[in-house]
């Protein structure tokens, strides 16, 4: 299997804060890769760093075989990396059609169409083609963070970053968005997945990395990694009782049930 996308020692400081640690990983063609971590772990600094938001104090990026450490968003954009955020941002006095044309303006992977054909199209598979003339900011959270899903989609990327696109969605938006995700793996698109939300995480992720103080704690299989010790600390502390443990320890257990329920259902095999 090839390489999408590889980080080699990336850091990032901001002063004397040190943001991004020392980071090191793979995302391989056709992968989910979940990235989870407490509040504060560097989570979107390293999303940033990886879309062209920020640029590493230290270490190498690589898209493909090609270096992009530093690169600028809009030449990453025409190499193929789209990115969604975690506040939504959208061009609320524009409509949503416009707002992704907007997106598929920047796209740089053939694919033989114009932006409005590409457009249309993403429009189309998304779901939001009967909003199309409303102006992005007079519909609804879940609705927005869908035109800025079809934003990123519309540049045609091969690897895709969502910072916390199911955020504050119902449980019926949040099993859409679910199957959102999964059509676009479908097609091909790697993609690098942060959430709260472990149920998303674990129904979606053949690998899972966490972060803590800016540094990967621990990686592997989702299952594996979180019934980790360390895992377990970081985000319940590291005074957390043996019983207490034991009752998170059954909720990720029960999380793990729903997850492999889930992909059942949709005709996917459990990570």
Not at 132 to 141: D, F, M, S, T
Not at 188 to 193: N, P, T
Request: with cysteine; hydrophobic share 45%.
């Amino acid at each position: 299997m090839s390489t999408a996308l590889r980080l080699d020692r990336v850091s990032k400081s901001f002063g004397g804060l040190q943001a991004v640690r020392d980071i090191s990983f793979e995302l391989e063609e056709g992968e989910i890769l979940g990235l989870i971590g407490p509040n504060g772990a560097g989570k979107t600094t390293l999303i940033n760093l990886i879309a062209g938001a920020d640029r590493p104090t230290a270490g190498r990026i690589t898209l493909g075989t090609r270096d992009v450490t530093g690169r600028p968003p809009f030449a990453l954009a025409r190499l193929g990396v789209a990115r969604t955020f975690q506040i939504v941002r959208v061009f609320k006095d524009m409509t949503v059609w416009e707002n992704v044309v907007v997106g598929a303006l920047f796209a740089g992977r053939g694919g033989g169409c114009t932006p409005r054909e590409r457009a249309a199209e993403t429009l189309e598979f998304v779901g939001l083609s009967g909003l199309a003339n409303r102006r992005a900011g007079e519909i609804g959270l879940a609705e927005q963070k869908r035109v800025q899903f079809a934003h990123a989609l519309a540049m045609n990327p091969s690897v895709l970053l969502l910072d916390e696109a199911m955020a504050g969605l119902n449980p019926g938006e949040l099993d859409a968005a679910v199957d959102l995700v999964r059509a676009v793996h479908r097609r091909g698109v790697s993609l690098i997945v942060i959430e709260h939300l472990m149920r998303v995480i674990m129904g979606l992720s053949h690998r899972v990395i966490v972060m803590h103080h800016g540094r990967v704690l621990a990686h592997g299989n989702p299952a594996d990694v979180v019934r980790d010790p360390q895992v377990v600390a970081a985000y319940f502390g590291e005074q957390y009782s043996p019983r207490g443990r034991a009752g998170a320890l059954r909720a990720v257990r029960s999380v793990r049930r729903h997850a492999e329920s889930d992909q059942r259902r949709n005709g996917h095999r459990t990570p």
